[in-house]
Structure formats: structure tokens, C-alpha cells
């Protein structure tokens, strides 16, 4: 790889595989990556000031036993309620962005940095990355892979899918796209196409 540098963007729909895409990116080329799901997860942890909105909001029945937030119940709420999704992602998203803008920050100017934003479009981060890959497959394949990965029903799946722009309109938006419809060697060999190509 040479040594062109650049703020990749990873992004796609739903269980369309960006988690091995960034894996095989640590792993194989050995570049930062920083996540925008631990960040979510992070600004909902318990007693936090996010977690506190959203157990006033919803009441102490979206609480866990041991105190953690119940997720489950938690997505049931808001991917059948558009509003409260909404509501939710106005809470989670400054939050998460601030700690992606830090880690940018942080950063040399010469490295190489990935940023894993399922929802980059959606949230408006764009401005935080130079290039955007979109990882997609078919809707079979999500509903699939969703239902297997989250031990959902196909109605909870599809609930899922929907609350996110559609994946044709995210491969329209992206610089490279990512086929992760056949085998994982297969979608190795298009990340090691593109990086020995351009970088």
C-alpha cells in the first residue's frame, strides 16, 4: 500500500457485512478504525445523561434488572415508531459525532483512519470522512443474516431494514462499493483491489 492517505467511511445497510469489512482492514492492513455503534453504545450506558432521557421518557420498565438499558424493548419502541426513532437518534448522534470528530482530531494527518458509521447518510456525517464505501447485498440476504445475527422474526427484520435510507440509494451516494454477496474471500479481494490501487 503506498502512502496516500485518506478518512474512509464505512457504511451500508443493515447486516450487510461492515463489521468484516473493517475487521480485514484492522487485521490485514493494520488501520485505525473507530465505530460509531460503540460510541451509540457508550452514550447509553448506565446513569449517563442520554440513558437518563430515555428512561424518563419511556419509563423504568426500558431498564435491565442489573441496570443497563434493555435494547430489545428499546428497538421494538422506536423501528415500528418513526418519531421516536427519531427522538432517540437526536439524543445518540451529537454524542456519537463528537467522539468520532475527537478521534479525527487525535489522529496524524498522514495516517490512514477508518470510520464505521452504519448510519453516515442518515446522521449527516459525511463531512468526517474523504471517501465513502458502501457495503451491500441483496434485501433476501439482510433479512437473512438479520434474522439469524439477532434472533428476530422476518416482521422485525423488515422493520429494521425500512428504518434505514435504502441500500440502492446508499450505493448511489458511495465512492466504492463493496459486493458481500458471495464469499468473504470474495469481498477480501475487492478491499485489497482498492487499496493497492489508489492508496
Known amino acids: 500500500m503506498s502512502q496516500k492517505q485518506a478518512q474512509i467511511g464505512i457504511t451500508g445497510g443493515i447486516a450487510t457485512g461492515k463489521s468484516t469489512v473493517t475487521g480485514y482492514l484492522e487485521q490485514r492492513y493494520g488501520l485505525p478504525v ?12 448506565p446513569k449517563s445523561p442520554i440513558f437518563q432521557r430515555i428512561v424518563q421518557r419511556y419509563g423504568k420498565t426500558i431498564e435491565l434488572p442489573g441496570g443497563g438499558l434493555n435494547r430489545q424493548q428499546l428497538g421494538e419502541i422506536v423501528f415500528s415508531n ?18 468520532l470528530y475527537h478521534d479525527l482530531n487525535q489522529s496524524s494527518p498522514q495516517d490512514t483512519l477508518v470510520f464505521s458509521i452504519p448510519l453516515l447518510f442518515e446522521a449527516q456525517m459525511t463531512d468526517l470522512v474523504e471517501e465513502i464505501w ?11 443474516r438479520l434474522m439469524r445475527r439477532n434472533h428476530l ?37 475487492q478491499i485489497d483491489r482498492i487499496l493497492q490501487s489508489n492508496f
Open 134 to 144: 458502501v457495503v451491500y447485498c441483496s434485501e433476501a440476504q439482510q433479512i437473512e
Open 82 to 99: 418513526p418519531v421516536e426513532r427519531q427522538w432517540l437518534e437526536e439524543q445518540i448522534h451529537p454524542y456519537v459525532r463528537d467522539r
Open 34 to 45: 473507530f465505530d460509531a455503534d460503540r460510541y451509540a453504545r457508550e452514550a447509553v450506558q
Open 153 to 189: 422474526t422476518l416482521e422485525q427484520a423488515q422493520m429494521r431494514i425500512n428504518s434505514q435510507m435504502p441500500l440502492a440509494e446508499k450505493c448511489q451516494r458511495g465512492d466504492r462499493l463493496l459486493d458481500n454477496s458471495s464469499t468473504e474471500s470474495e469481498l477480501f479481494q
